[in-house]
């Protein structure tokens, strides 16, 4: 429910904004708006943003998608066997204990499971932007 609602009732809001400042003569309601940024279309490949749209954007709503997520999984808790999980987290525990980067080593698995699946963002933009050192002179172009 909090995804819907964000989705529903954030998410547009900071979408017209921008419109409105990028376009001077942009006049359209808030409510002409929301149909242009809920026409959508599924796109399986560009997961986790499965919804793709001209206006559409989640924004960072990732939190949410992840609390959405662990709820769906709160079910599946009850038929785990307590004592070998109690003993696996006791494990993890111990060797994230014993050697500092111990607990890196997801972020690592993770890391090289998106590479491989190539869901890699180009940022050529972010790129061009610090090469031409505009950061430092505080422009934009």
């Given amino acids: 429910m909090p995804l819907v609602f964000a989705t529903v009732v954030l998410d547009p809001l900071p979408q017209r904004l921008r419109q409105r400042s990028a376009d001077a003569g942009y ?80 972020a690592l698995v993770f890391a090289a499971f998106c590479a491989l699946a190539r869901m890699e963002e180009d940022r050529s933009v972010f790129k061009d932007h610090l090469s031409r050192g505009s950061w430092r002179r505080g422009t934009s172009s």
């Fill in 27 to 106: 006049d359209e309601s808030y409510a002409g708006f929301l149909p242009h940024f809920f026409d959508v279309r599924p796109e399986p490949g560009e997961v986790p943003f499965v919804m793709q749209g001209e206006h559409f954007e989640t924004g960072h709503l990732w939190f949410v998608v992840l609390l959405a997520f662990s709820l769906l999984l709160v079910p599946a808790y009850r038929w785990l066997p307590r004592e070998r999980v109690r003993r696996a987290g006791e494990r993890v525990a111990e060797a994230a204990g014993r050697r500092r980067g111990a607990v890196l080593l997801p």
